[in-house]
């Protein structure tokens, strides 16, 4: 029995930066991840991402596309430690590594580097129709350039774009203290029917 | 194959306000319902949680507990269009109608009305050890009610709690505009071993 | 004695769009109007800004430029209800209707139509060493575009930028509810030394 | 010539926490200091707020109190490096201090430690008719309190609160990166014609 949202402290995580629980959450959850999907997670950093829709797809197949070897190692530790096994760490700087990946059902992007409209470009191709790319931005330059795309690509695609901000309440004494966490902008890609 | 986030469009609504996407989506994962879960979803309104949750837990049973006729009517009208068959809507103001429900795996509370801790008291004795209510707070004194509760019963529980904030890009011509929706409190109880 | 900060309520409005008292607030102590100051006030809209900076600055003078008749109408009613004599309106879309206008000591850019990079082109010149640029930008492609101006001009300018989003809690029966309002992007320009 | 919006950094700070700029000028703007205010200060910390006020009050005066001798030895260190000279330290934890204030025209609590509703009795009686109360509240315990009391004081004070967010854009590299500030509350008070 599968839950997503598993939390942050259970992952291995050394100083990669992390998507935290509540972004991964809602990034799964509009991927339409499901039993049987085969899944690309781009910049999949410590594999958090990766785990997750392992767990959700046990039928199916994820791709971890990373390119610091600190990365891949935790992808690696993570999956073994979730016992996850359905899931390729691949060392690559995309769009470099997704050559053999096949047919997919869905995207996960979490970091382009400066690559996106490469990446977007040649994902378009592998992405089945009615499947999903859904982007983590953190920076206004990467969703304007995301947006740029899909406004270009207007047949192939539909988009839908939301920014989500968490702030968690921490105890203090007998106070609940919000503290802020950093927000992002989720964009989620639609393929189009041909 | 069900994923987790139905769109809000996709469900029958009438002039009840309704839970968004996105924080249905956080309720239910942080609920951790699984596929034989016993689910109490207090306040239900269109029931858009419930049928979320009932397609979560294919093995198990949700109760949907609605005080309004027209709550009850949508919540019905729901669970026919989605297929839905393992969800049992109650008419009625909690605590009043949670008498016959056994125990349960996760309460969702989107409604208390005024009556938060009797609820609160009559459903920590039906949930499960390790079992989860999730509540969604929409005011500060409801959300200031519920972590004096969660303080004042620290033996037999312990919380966590976020707001979330979700702002909605509009596509305006050549523009992306930001639509901001209300912002809810996320309070998650664990119930401790005794 | 004149404060910053009129209630929105107070600004005689129509059905034109009006900048929301905080972001009002932080626009004009972001563009440090002093009391002699020479104030362009571009896409002014209701003039609410135009208004409140005119009385930051007695002995100095505000242009409030506004292409829609309907907006400069709503100007010159709020500046003779406000008893503002220190603004002139400009019924003209920038960079047009800018040439007449000296060295100024602030710009604020409320609207700028698809004419961004023209209009800064233009304010550049006339603002003084030291003088700022404070702009609203309620889209994404307006933020992502000033950002590239200021990246592109880093000689000239120095510049922060916020994102600032309110809540407004409205009492309901005995609860404090929230109500988001749009959040907005503010971008402070600074002109630096030659 | 005095500008509403010191910036932080320009603060002589120490380790004692700082309320941010935007959060200090929409407070100071809520609380309509005029020229001749009289404004006392509760919970001054490193006299940020003290520090404007008393800028925007060159004819008035403002008491600043403050329980850690580390807080009264940096409003004193702030008030000198900004030639402020119409600012009173009181080394005291409200409500002890508050003795020999006299009426007054605008109070702001930044911090209550747990006495606020002790507090707000006595600086009521302190606070002209039109006068104004501004807490600021980082914990919801206080935003509650604050609220409780208001709402058993409506024949005397009537209220506005909002939640303010703030997101500062941090330049990466050719990147924008939102990084969050923690929210606050901000509640004002005017009292009422008797």
Redesign the interface.
Known sequence: ?N???IDDEDFIRGDVPMTKQ?IR??TL??A?????AVVIDIGAGTGSISIEAARLAPDGHVYSIERTAAGIALIQANAEKFGVTNLTPVHSEAPAGLEQIPVCDAVIIGGSG?QLHEILDVVSVKLRTGGRIVLNC???????SC?AYM?QHVAQFSY??????????EA?G??????????I?IVTCIKKNA
Chains 1, 2, 3, 4 share one sequence.
């Open positions: 029995m839950f997503l949202g509540e959450i809602l959850a509009k339409h991840v499901g039993t049987e400066r953190i920076t206004i330059q990467t969703l304007a947006l406004r839908e774009a939301v920014q989500v901000q968490v702030n968690r309440l203090v007998p106070y609940d203290m919000a503290k802020a966490i950093n927000p902008y």
